[in-house]
């Protein structure tokens, strides 16, 4: 079997996909298309797709709409990233000038917040992600679901090994039997 180059590079890898919960999110990517064609809506508005990822790095995807009517979703996600709405609109920055690219990745690459993800059947009988953007204020950052990660777990270990030397007597080098 060959490598198909072609395949590939129309695909990017797959994270392990973050399940139901509130995660403290950062957005890792924007794409405005898949396989060549542009995003759009059911209406033929522009769309941009973001990924989030958690601290561990699983990831889900939003879907936004790009029109003064459905702006609202976008507004949402900056406003709970602490984005200065007001300066966007002084700026003339409007919705659909978030389907370029460079405009996307620089107002959303990079940004935390935290969110909600359900995951729900669309009509073509696919689960998809939804990412719902939470007020800090709203969120029990104790209840937040998440998995350690490897740094956190190499600490506790060392920090369980630690206590374990403490609560014993040092062994003497020349009764340890190798």
């Known amino acids: 079997m060959t490598y198909d180059w072609k395949k590939n590079a129309e695909e990017s890898g797959r994270a392990d996909k973050l399940p139901a919960g509130v995660y403290h999110l950062e957005i890792v990517e924007t794409r405005h298309a898949s396989k060549g064609k542009a995003f759009a809506s059911k209406a033929g508005d522009p769309q941009v797709m973001i990924i989030v990822a958690d601290e561990t790095g699983r990831q889900a995807t939003q879907m936004i709409t790009l029109s003064a009517k459905a702006g609202w979703v976008l507004a949402q996600i900056l406003d709970k990233c602490g984005v200065n709405l007001d300066r966007l609109r002084d700026d003339g920055i409007e919705p659909h000038h978030f ?26 009988g696919k689960e998809y992600s939804k990412v719902v953007p939470l007020d800090e204020s709203e969120v029990d950052v104790t209840k937040t679901t998440k998995q350690p990660t490897a740094a956190q777990i190499d600490s506790a270990v060392s920090k369980a090994a630690s206590i374990k030397r403490e609560e014993h007597e040092a062994i003497p080098a020349e009764k340890i039997p190798f």
Request: charged share 35%; proline share 0%.
């Open 99 to 124: 389907a370029e690219h460079r405009i996307a990745e620089q107002y959303l690459a990079g940004l935390k917040f935290y969110g909600e993800v359900r995951w729900e059947k669309g009509n073509d």
